[in-house]
């Protein structure tokens, strides 16, 4: 460290060594990679920020073999200039000032970056080094740092014709433990997310790290409108367009954007994504609230309008059901409920928002009537579930089905009576219940055989006594012994503890037919055991579709693609070899022992645990199991074998 270190140096040198010695305090924990990442966001942040600007539109992070990361820009550059207060350049106030970054320019130009963080300081001071390379005004300068304090001058070292800046890092490993690598995949989902929220900006990820190097590019000119596409593209979709809605409101510090984007499906799950200035408020807060209030009062107001609504008011959860939604709000000065920004708690922004999208949705109903339509019959008829579950309780207790008769004839029961090791298998057809009843394991697992196509309930909710007239839903019910209606308070009402089993698995061909009875069984569970759903008690069996043998081999593939791959595998050296390919057409096909082995045995079965929230993960999950690519498949498959995998209704 040199000696002609002015007053204003010393204060930086203190800001930066209370950073190395508390990074918890400003990046969040360092040893469970969280800081580690957090270092990404905050230099990132910066990038973007001159995106917002108008004068940036790529960013490029690369992950080096050292272990060092870069991003780039090109934007400005950062100033060069001698900063008066300090008497060093612009670029090593932001560099070593702490909060440099937000305060330095006060005018509305910071919005990310200013707002989100501790700044590009705060990096610099848990890095071993640090180097910023700055192309401006046709010259390059660089910088050099270690442990946040400068080792050179910003020199410049050469010539250019662009503008950007590139900062490089190399976290200090005397500050970082247990996680001390970037974690690819986690960048990568971040950043893209960063791209959907900035529309046009471009993100080029390079991992130069391994043997090969890996890029990936994200770029997405619709933006939060892509985002919401993204997320319902394997949903059936109730209009083709996210529904865009933006809006701006001057508050005293300064404007407060809304953007949002709302498509609605014929899921059953709702999933409302929040932002303040690009970050997730994973918990909401008052620009959800804001958009909740405007929901309900546009839709039951165009409902009433139009006469499509016969008796009560449709309630939030009626008008969100099947809604995917991003918010984006930008605020000069937001405030949050905690320092990981989870909740936003600046109350004016439930009023802009409730405004903003009051009156765009309502533009939007009266320009596009037959979607407005197709909204509310959504609504209508999840409000009419609501009511048909309720009135279940008394009709069930009336008719008997709960209390009399005692357990279902054809229900091969288990021989455990401790429901937390029992499960139920809902087997569609009287053969493959067969095979699963000699197959299965007689303890913990019991089979309910189900005839044919269950009742569709989304097409009775007019007539309730008629779903319940039903035998298979009888059959069902009195199979689970834990009543039925959604309204935990009332008496008789569907509750999980009383549940004879803990996992209620659905388990149909793996065709389309099966696919269909599936969608009518959880269809009647959410509408009428929806505790069942949301507590994690339903899951989706998995059996394959072929069987591959060669001499004793044998070997099951769940799709067309791994059934060749499987094939070129078992022949090896020898394309002239024998290979058995058996196709089950359904389950009924599989002997008993098949069946266990496949798609039964809990130590190597796959199941898909039915969830209602986060569609995004759920995507890719559904991406990796139902898709083309093989291995990545196979290694899905394997990492979330048995239990762990989800299906998103
Ligand atoms: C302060 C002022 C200006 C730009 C920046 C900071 C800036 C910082 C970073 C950090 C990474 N990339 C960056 N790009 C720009 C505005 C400068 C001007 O008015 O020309």
Redo the contacts with the bound molecule.
């Keep these: 460290m040199s000696e002609d270190y002015d007053a204003g140096s010393i204060q930086v040198l203190e800001g930066l060594e209370a950073v190395r010695k508390r990074p918890g305090m400003y990046l969040g924990d360092p040893h469970d990679g969280s800081a580690l990442h957090h270092c990404i966001w905050e230099v990132v942040d910066?990038?973007v920020d001159?995106h917002l600007a108008g004068f940036n539109d790529t960013v490029e992070v690369v992950l080096h073999p050292d272990h060092s990361l870069s991003v780039r820009?090109y934007?400005?550059?950062?100033?060069v200039d001698q900063h008066d207060e300090f008497g060093i350049s612009a670029a090593e106030v932001?560099m070593t000032k702490l909060h440099a970054g937000g305060k330095?320019?006060n005018s509305s130009y910071k919005v990310s970056g200013g707002l989100h963080g501790v700044g590009?300081s705060a990096v610099n001071a848990v890095s071993e080094w640090m180097e910023v390379v700055i192309h401006r005004d046709g010259t390059v300068y660089k910088q050099r740092f270690e442990a946040g304090v400068r080792v050179s001058d910003l020199e410049a070292i050469g010539t250019c014709d662009d503008t950007g800046?590139t900062?490089t890092f190399k976290p200090d490993l005397s500050i970082f433990t247990n996680i001390i690598e970037f974690d690819f995949d986690q960048i990568d989902s971040r950043l893209k997310e960063t791209s959907f929220l900035n529309a046009g900006l471009r993100i080029v990820i390079t991992d130069e790290r391994g043997d090969e190097a890996h890029q990936v590019e994200h770029h997405y000119e619709g933006g939060i409108s892509e985002f919401v596409k993204q997320l319902n593209a394997r949903r059936e979709t109730l209009h083709p367009d996210p529904i865009l809605i933006a809006g701006e409101k001057e508050i005293e510090k300064g404007p407060v954007t809304v953007e949002l984007a709302l498509q609605w499906s014929d899921a059953f799950s709702e999933s409302i994504q929040c932002y303040t200035n690009i970050i997730r408020n994973k918990d909401g807060g008052t620009h959800m609230s804001g958009l909740r209030g405007a929901l309900t009062s546009c839709i039951n107001g165009y409902a009433k309008k139009k006469n499509l609504l016969k008796n009560d008011g449709l309630s939030g959860d009626d008008v969100r059901e099947g809604l995917v939604a991003i918010v984006s709000v930008k605020h000069p000065d937001p405030s949050f409920s905690s320092q990981t920004k989870d909740k936003l708690v600046s109350s004016e922004v439930a009023g802009i928002v409730q405004t903003v999208v009051y009156e765009k949705l309502n533009e939007f109903f009266e320009e596009n009537p037959s979607v407005g339509k197709l909204i509310v019959d959504k609504a209508v008829l999840a409000s009419k579930a609501r009511e048909a579950a309720r009135k279940a309780r008394d009709l069930t207790r009336r008719k008997g089905v709960l209390e009399g008769g005692g357990l279902p004839g054809k229900l091969a029961d288990c021989q455990s009576r401790k429901p937390e090791e029992c499960e139920i298998y809902l087997v569609e057809g009287d053969s493959a219940g067969g095979s699963a009843k000699t197959g299965r394991d007689r303890r913990t697992q019991a089979i309910l055989p189900l005839r044919g196509k269950i009742l569709n309930v989304e097409r009775q909710m007019h007539n309730v006594a008629k779903v319940f007239q039903n035998n298979e839903i009888q059959t069902m019910i009195r199979a689970f012994g834990a009543g039925v209606g959604n309204n935990e308070d009332d008496e008789g009402a569907f509750n999980t503890e009383k549940l004879r089993y803990n996992k209620l698995i659905i388990m149909t061909d793996a065709d389309v037919d099966g696919a269909h009875i599936r969608t009518l069984m959880l269809t009647f569970l959410w509408r009428f055991m929806r505790p069942a759903i949301e507590k994690g008690h339903v899951y989706i069996a998995h059996p394959p579709l072929y069987q591959l043998s060669k001499g004793k081999i044998n070997r099951y593939a769940f799709s067309d693609e791994e059934r060749d791959a499987i094939i070129d595998e078992l022949r090896g050296d020898n394309p002239a070899a024998k290979i058995g390919v058996q196709r089950y057409k359904g389950l009924g096909e599989m002997n008993p022992e098949q069946l266990w082995e496949t798609t039964m045995n809990p130590e190597t079965r796959t199941m898909l645990k039915v969830t209602v929230k986060e569609a995004e993960e759920t995507d890719r999950m559904f991406e990796t199991l139902m898709g083309e690519d093989v291995p990545e498949r196979r290694a899905f498959i394997e990492r979330h074998a048995k239990e762990g995998t989800n299906l998103d209704i």
């Design positions: 910066n990038s001159e820009d934007g400005r550059g950062i100033p932001i330095f320019d590009v800046t900062i």
